[in-house]
Each structure stands twice: as C-alpha cells, then as structure tokens.
C-alpha cells in the first residue's frame, strides 16, 4: 500500500479484525455485483470505497425516474443512461483508484461463468428468480461465496452460501426452482427504499468480511427483515442432500 492508501483505508486497517493484510486483501479483491439497482447500489458504494481492488457491476438495464427513490448510485442526471455507466462514475467519484468493470447484459450462459469464474466472491443484487438460479449454479460450479440479498415492500432478506464449503446449503436448496414462489417485483408492488440500503449494506458487509477472514459470516442463516417492526429473525439453514444443483458436489 502507499501512503494515500495507508491513510485512506487507515480505520479499517486500525481494527485488529481487518489490519494491513486484511486490507490488502480487500484490494487484491475481484468481486462482482450482479444488478446495479436497489441492492447494488449501496453495496457497490460500500465496496469500491472500501477498496475493493475490482468491482465487475453488472446490469442491462438503464437509470429511470422511478428508480432514484432508492438506487443511490444514479443521479437525476442519469435517467436514460446505463445504469452501469452511471454506476462507475459514482463509484469512481468515491474512489478513483477502483477499477470498475461494466457489463450491460443479462449475464447468462459463458459470460456468466467466465465471470464467477474470475471473481473471488459474487453478489446477488438482481430481482428475479430466473437470474438467481442461474448465478447460484455458477457458483456451486466454480465453489465461489454468494452473498444473497432480496427486498420487496417493507421486507428484507439476506444470507450467504459459502460454497468453499462442503457443508454450506445452496441457493436452490432453500428456494427449489420451479416451485411455484410467486415472483413479485418492486415495478408492481414497491418497495421501502431504506430497506433496499439495509439489505444491500449487510451485502457490503458480508462481503468484507469474507474476502478478509474475520467474524462469523451468515453461511447457513437467513436473516430476514420486517422493515415496518424493525425485527430481525434468523432462520438456519441445512443444506438439501437431494439438492438437484449441490447435491453430490463433493464428487
Ligand atoms: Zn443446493
């Protein structure tokens, strides 16, 4: 690290938990954020201005006026841009020495597991089933931690599958695809917009704390949030042995 770096990141490195070489490792980090709306705003910002050495944002979507309730990394200015765009000028404004990544697709197919693949931990940030589902088997494949994170109207959830792990429960071990979940999307139902600053941040958070090794990360709990009491519960989590996507991945 040199000096602007060392008094930059100096109050994560002054907590023992994180130190210079937890540092370090926050920046040498590839994480990538798959959605750059609700969710991956906040973690996004609380990523690249942690140090994050490289942060792959990932969205095919473009800024619209109902989106700047909650989706902090887009301005007024912004409206008709890539979100992608509009989120690395922001992320570069809070850090110009991140190296932001864009791709505005729908990651699907080789171009979603060529970047699970490259990256050393992936966030869910995306709001539909489909996507999910198809990232989690990406990273049961490449064996990459997920940070998992989901919002809609007043409720939050958010967990992590370390799927390092041998023993950490999957997405679909949780959420069986093809099971009739109603998918219900904030376009339609709307959404607190703190809530999605909540979720997203424990995201962030999660995130740090795996890339550097400190704390005990949400692998096997579920955290889930009732905005409108402010009470937060915790569900455990046991990986599914008849997991269509992770069962036998030992093999
Ligand atoms: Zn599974």
């Not at 955290?223 to 937060?232: C, K, N, P």
């Not at 990986?239 to 030992?250: K, L, M, N, S, T």
Request: charged share 25%; with cysteine.
């Amino acid at each position: 690290m040199d000096d602007d770096q060392l008094l930059r990141y100096s109050r994560h490195i002054l907590l023992p938990e994180i130190g210079v070489e937890g540092q370090e490792a926050i920046l040498s980090a590839r994480v990538l954020i798959v959605g750059a709306g609700g969710l991956g705003s906040p973690a996004a910002m609380y990523l690249a201005a942690a140090g994050v050495g490289t942060v792959v944002l990932c969205d095919d979507d473009t800024v619209d006026l109902t989106n700047l309730q909650r989706q902090i990394l887009h301005t007024a200015e912004a409206v008709g841009r890539l979100k992608v765009e509009s989120g690395r000028d922001t992320l570069l404004r809070l850090n110009p020495q991140a190296r932001i990544e864009t791709l505005a697709l729908r990651l699907q197919g080789s171009a979603l597991d060529e970047q699970v693949a490259a990256a050393d931990l992936v966030l869910d940030c995306c709001d539909n089933f489909a996507t999910r589902h198809a990232i989690n088997r990406a990273c049961v494949r490449f064996r990459k931690p997920l940070v998992s994170g989901a919002a809609i109207r007043f409720d939050g959830q958010v967990s992590v599958f370390d799927l390092r792990r041998d023993d950490s429960p999957c997405y679909h071990c949780l959420f069986p695809e093809g099971q009739d979940v109603e998918e219900v999307r904030c376009a339609v139902m709307g959404v607190f917009a703190p809530l999605t600053g909540i979720i997203g941040t424990t995201q962030a958070a999660e995130a740090l704390k795996l890339l550097v090794g400190c704390g005990t990360s949400l692998d096997g709990r579920l955290l889930l949030l009732d905005g409108l009491a402010m009470e937060w519960r915790t569900v455990l989590l046991g990986r599914d042995p008849a997991c269509e996507v992770c069962g036998g991945r030992e093999d």
